[in-house]
Structures are given as structure tokens and as C-alpha cells.
């Protein structure tokens, strides 16, 4: 157990960075439950999606505003300052309520990769402590920034094949941890508030917001669009200026292709599909195009969902006969970047244009199937995942996808990769 006091007697740094926060309602947290959608392709993935799946319905809660671009709204306890400091501060975020810092955090762990994105974006990877998953990020886009060099290879992972164990949480004596427990209960729920009161008091302050898909009966406090989450995140690590420079880039990247787009009904139809579905079985995970952060990119291209009509809820399970009955001009498969390798994407490929119906599809038989991105997208993601998603669906207009060597060729970027790069090592 953390010790909160040095052979002086004077407090530590660990109970500087002690929780303090403001909760409403009875309890810490809201209610969870556990369910699963049948997702067996990878295990990691199974339990992430199929956690969040089934517990969210399609109706979003009466606070979601989304917007195309999700521009961020000042937070209620922005840092004055851009530069670390060691003055006390504090970040409101729900459902935690107000977190207070004596000192700026050295070391962080987070859940997966929308969190843990943000902490990378803000020059914080050599802070990485652990991740309750270490699998199924999509690890190219930062082979992508020049100079950027994320260590993942030793980052202990936290869930294993029998839960979560506390101590493991003691033995990273992380200084925050960024996820939102009300999430972490869906995926450990032998898991209570009281676990994750002992870790905040105990260990480190928590801090984070499942913004992954809105709607959910769990999720029954704020939302947080991706920037605004970002932001908060800023807050923490007090660093405002690479927020800010980052947030630019963004900006700039959704103007500059929705200046471009062609009009609605020229749009190509794009259905999404899974790609830890069986391919050999012929039964799919196909989904809607959603107001979280984890379709935001579609939503800000102006995609044209193909199955939103179709599909009530946040997926259906279809056979290939139903998708022919849609029939979309591309199929996209989410998690395509995370969860698989390009070996691995293709042959799952190599199944569905060998199957009878498979074949008959229009995108199989115009070569429109696509990696898609995951939806745990933190800001540099999400940049990368909004650049290949229009070369795919508008190749005319913002150039031909060919692969992840597309990231490589300075001439095809729609955003200034070595800009990006620069701000994530400091140079804002």
C-alpha cells in the first residue's frame, strides 16, 4: 500500500496527489451491469465491444449535443498557466466529480487507447505506467510521426484471464489513472466503489468519461465530446499548449475536407461491418453510424451509413444475404487497424470474395472492402483514422487509398503528420 509520509514526517508526493472530490447522488458511481455480444475473434476485443454494445441503446442521453466538428468548450477549471506547474489546481470531469492536484503527474495509467492516446499527444508516453489492455492499438499511426516513439513493449497489462487484481494497481503506484470506472465495471465486475474508492485514496486520483457511444442506461451523467474530454485530460498534465495546437490541427483538417466534400446524394454508401465477425460462418456484426466519439469521424466526413435505416439498436448480427440486401457501395470493418494484421485483414477478405453470396456484394466485386478504424480514439488516432477514412470513401476528391505506406507519402497527408509529430515532443 502506498505510504503517505517520508521519514521526515513531512507528506509525500503521493498524498499531494490525493483525490479530492465533489460526488452527487447516493453512490460514487452509477450502476453497471456485464453483458456480452458474442465477439470471438479476438478476446481482447470480445470484452470491450461486447461490454458497451449491449449495454448501450440508440437513443442518446438528453445531454448529447454532437456536432460535426465537436469543437471543445472551455472546462470550469482550465489551468492558467500552459506550462507544468506545481501550484494546486483542479479538473472537474464527471462522473468524478472535481479532482484536486498538488502536483502535475509523472506517472499514468489508463484503460485503453482513447485515454492513453490523449496522455500520448500531450508528450506523456514516457509517463505510461500500465493499461487495464495493451493489445489492439493501432500502433502504425505512431510509426507514422517522425521522431515519436511510444514504449509499449513492457507496459503490464492489468486484466487477465481472471479479472483485475487491486494489487496489481499498488505495484504501478500510478500518480492518475484515466478511465471512466463505471466502463471498468462492465469489463471487472467483481469490481465495487469501494474497489475504486481504495484506489483513488489509496493510490492515485481517477479521472475519465466513456465517450465511446452515447446512450447507454449506465452512462446517466454528462458526455463529453472528444476535445472536450481532451481538454480535461490537458488540464491534468497542464498542458495547455500542445491541447491547443493540437485542437488547430484538428480544426483544420475537418474544414479543409467538409470544404471539399461532394454534395449528400453523390456520397458513397458505406457499410460497417466487423471485422472480428465470422467470416467462414457467414455471420456478421454490422453497425450504424453512432453519435460518440467512436464514429466521429463518419460523421464529420458526411458519411453515408448504409445500414443506419436497417439496424435498430447499436449492432445487428446479419448473414451475407442480408447485407446483399443493402448491398452498400464500400464495406468498412471497424477494429480492421487494432485488431488485425494486413495478413491477416486479407484473408478474412479472401473469405468473403469466395464465398457465393460474398462474391455478389458491389463492394467485393469493386475492391471497395476497407480497414477501418477502432473506436477508442484518443486525438492522434483520430486524426489518422479521419485522414484514411477520406481517401476511402472520396478518392476522387482527396486521393486514392492504397495501404498504410499512404501514411509515408508527404504528398497524400490532408494534415501535417511532422507538425503533429513536433507538437507530441514539445516544439509547439
Known amino acids: 500500500m502506498a505510504d503517505d509520509s517520508d521519514s521526515g514526517g513531512e507528506p509525500t508526493r503521493r ?12 453512490g460514487l458511481l452509477a450502476g453497471c451491469s456485464s453483458e456480452n455480444d458474442g465477439q470471438s475473434a479476438t478476446p481482447v476485443a470480445d470484452s470491450t465491444e461486447a461490454a458497451e454494445d449491449e449495454a448501450a441503446t440508440e437513443t442518446p442521453a438528453a445531454d448529447a449535443t454532437p456536432t460535426a466538428t465537436e469543437t471543445a468548450t472551455p472546462g470550469a477549471t482550465e489551468s492558467p498557466t500552459a506550462t507544468p506547474t506545481q501550484s494546486p489546481y483542479s ?41 487495464v489492455f495493451t493489445e489492439n492499438w493501432p500502433r502504425s499511426f505512431y510509426d507514422a510521426l517522425p521522431g515519436v516513439d511510444v514504449p509499449f513493449d513492457d507496459v503490464p497489462q492489468l486484466m487477465g484471464d481472471s479479472g483485475m487484481d487491486k494489487e496489481a494497481f499498488y505495484e504501478l503506484d500510478a500518480d492518475v489513472h484515466l478511465f471512466d470506472p463505471n466502463f471498468i ?23 475519465g468519461n466513456s465517450i465511446r457511444r452515447r446512450g447507454a442506461d449506465w452512462h446517466d451523467y454528462q458526455y463529453y465530446s472528444l476535445y472536450d474530454a481532451f481538454e480535461k485530460i490537458a488540464q491534468v498534465f497542464q498542458e495547455r499548449e500542445r491541447y491547443a495546437a493540437l485542437k488547430e490541427v484538428h480544426d483544420d483538417l475537418i474544414a479543409s475536407v467538409q470544404a471539399d466534400l461532394p454534395p449528400a446524394e453523390e456520397r458513397t454508401t458505406v ?3 466487423s471485422i472480428n465477425s465470422d467470416f467462414e460462418g457467414g455471420t456478421f456484426y454490422a453497425y450504424p453510424v453512432h453519435d460518440g466519439n467512436g464514429h ?23 448473414d451475407y444475404e442480408q447485407i446483399l440486401e443493402v448491398d452498400p457501395d464500400a464495406l468498412l470493418f471497424q477494429y480492421g487497424f487494432s485488431h488485425v494484421s494486413t495478413e491477416d485483414f486479407e484473408q478474412r477478405m479472401t473469405a468473403m470474395r469466395e464465398d457465393p ?29 479521419t485522414e484514411i477514412a477520406a481517401k476511402q470513401f472520396y478518392p476522387d476528391t482527396f486521393g486514392e487509398w492504397h495501404g498504410l505506406e499512404t501514411l509515408e507519402d508527404e504528398d497524400a497527408w490532408l494534415f501535417d503528420h511532422q507538425r503533429v509529430a513536433d507538437i507530441v515532443r514539445g516544439d509547439v
Do not use: C
Request: glycine fraction near 12%.
Open 271 to 273: 457499410g460497417l461491418l
Open 296 to 318: 466521429k469521424q463518419y460523421r464529420d466526413l458526411g458519411m453515408r451509413g448504409a445500414f443506419d435505416d436497417h439496424i435498430e439498436g447499436s449492432y445487428a448480427e446479419w
Open 91 to 131: 479538473v472537474e470531469m464527471a462522473p468524478m466529480g472535481t479532482v484536486e492536484f498538488e502536483a502535475v503527474p509523472d506517472s499514468w495509467m489508463a484503460y485503453f487507447s482513447t485515454y492513453g492516446d490523449m496522455a500520448i499527444a500531450l508528450g506523456q508516453a514516457d509517463g505510461l505506467a500500465g493499461l
Open 185 to 207: 465495471q462492465l469489463l471487472a465486475d467483481d469490481w465495487d466503489d469501494a474497489d475504486f474508492d481504495e484506489v483513488r485514496t489509496e493510490i492515485g486520483p481517477i479521472v
Open 15 to 26: 498524498a499531494y496527489l490525493r483525490y479530492g472530490s465533489v460526488l452527487a447522488g447516493a
Open 357 to 385: 453470396v460474398g462474391s455478389q456484394l458491389s463492394a467485393v466485386q469493386n475492391d471497395r472492402l476497407y480497414r477501418g478504424g477502432t473506436s477508442y480514439q484518443g486525438p492522434i488516432v483520430n486524426l489518422f483514422q
